[in-house]
T-cell receptor, first 115, second 120 residues
Framework: QQQVKQSPQSLIVQKGGISIINCAYE??????FPWYQQFPGKGPALLIA?????SEKKEGRFTISFNKSAKQFSLHIMDSQPGDSATYFC??????????????FGRGTQLTVWP | GAVVSQHPSRVICKSGTSVKIECRSL??????MFWYRQFPKKSLMLMAT?????????EQGVEKDKFLINHASLTLSTLTVTSAHPEDSSFYIC????????????????FGEGSRLTVL
């Protein structure tokens, strides 16, 4: 059972365009939603994260939009660059107690930015 | 920032041998580390949660005797793939939590660079 559903599976965007990746979850106990960027042959690296008490978080060209009532969150990459080409994973975690740090990952989105 | 180091980054072994992968938190202590397995173009699958000073907690379907985890210190967890077979070939990734950051019950998770295991 996929705890976090991610779409699209792959995304092709022209340089300078906006890349949008969507995720949805069911477990309302989740209280921390990070996004990870992974390059081939490398481990995931934290890109940006949000908690459900805010609806949006922006860091540079990366923005998370969070809709608590719809149980959805999305990553927007503005002015997409070829160097952004990577696999992006959304994740969710119940960030307390015995499950502290236990991430549930989406299936990933392969982003390709054409120059 | 905090760094998690994995070693080796690549290992090739013969079928039937055992392989040990180390995961170290370089500048912070981690009472909990996580081991993931990732197949090509797939998501990360949590294998087990490694707890310093106690037994690891394995996810359903993961063989404890096959994937031995030892968390001997606050900066080191090891994953040993015993009697490896070609189907064990995969990308293994660990993560550790820097519990000194953030507020209570939070903390950023850092991932290692991963270890590519190929079993011939």
């Amino acid at each position: 059972q996929q705890q976090v559903k991610q779409s699209p599976q792959s995304l092709i965007v022209q340089k300078g365009g906006i890349s949008i990746i969507n995720c949805a979850y069911e477990n309302t106990a989740f209280d921390y939603f990070p996004w990870y960027q992974q390059f081939p042959g490398k481990g995931p690296a934290l890109l940006i994260a949000i908690r459900p008490d805010v609806s949006e978080k922006k860091e540079g060209r990366f923005t998370i939009s969070f809709n608590k009532s719809a149980k959805q969150f999305s990553l927007h990459i503005m002015d997409s660059q070829p160097g952004d080409s990577a696999t992006y994973f959304c994740a969710a975690v119940v960030d307390r107690g015995s499950t502290l740090g236990r991430l549930y990952f989406g299936r990933g989105t392969q982003l390709t930015v054409w120059p | 920032g905090a760094v998690v180091s994995q070693h080796p980054s690549r290992v090739i072994c013969k079928s039937g041998t055992s392989v040990k992968i180390e995961c170290r938190s370089l500048d912070f202590q981690a009472t909990t580390m996580f081991w993931y397995r990732q197949f090509p173009k797939k998501s990360l699958m949590l294998m087990a949660t490694s707890n310093e000073g106690s037994k690891a907690t394995y996810e359903q379907g993961v063989e404890k005797d096959k994937f031995l985890i030892n968390h001997a210190s606050l900066t080191l967890s090891t994953l040993t793939v015993t009697s490896a077979h070609p189907e064990d070939s995969s990308f293994y990734i660990c993560s550790a939590r820097d519990e000194s950051t953030g507020t209570a019950n939070t903390g950023e998770l850092f991932f290692g660079e991963g270890s590519r295991l190929t079993v011939l």
